[in-house]
């Protein structure tokens, strides 16, 4: 049988993860994207740790440490949770 094949419509981080599992998986894939070329957008992003899982799991984890930093604690508050939780 021959090489399996596909079309990923969309050079995302969705469309462009895919393609990186089917070639990892042996597959020939070609990548349509519309934009006429990818650029920075000179912004930071946050990548939650399940998002670092899968990055690691395509073979991207040396890359992405090489480049990021982690981020210490955070949270989100909400002022009515937190009213909800310690009532006056
Ligand atoms: C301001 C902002 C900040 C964000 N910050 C974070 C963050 O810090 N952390 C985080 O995890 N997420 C963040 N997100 C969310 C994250 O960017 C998206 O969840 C993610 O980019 C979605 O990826 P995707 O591949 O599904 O879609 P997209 O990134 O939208 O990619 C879809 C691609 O398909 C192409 N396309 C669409 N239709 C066609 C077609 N018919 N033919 C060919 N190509 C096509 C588009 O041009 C595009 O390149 C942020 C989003 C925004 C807007």
Known sequence: MGQL?????GGGIG???VARGLI?????????EQAPELR???AGITLAP???RALDALGLG??????AMAQGAAGI????AMDHAHPP
């Open 24 to 32: 990892r998986a042996g597959w020939g894939v070609q990548v349509l």
């Open 5 to 9: 094949s596909a079309v990923v419509v």
């Open 62 to 67: 040396g890359a992405l440490h090489d480049r």
């Open 15 to 17: 469309g462009l993860a």
């Open 50 to 52: 399940n998002a670092v």
């Open 77 to 80: 508050r909400v002022r009515r």
């Open 40 to 42: 920075p957008l000179g």
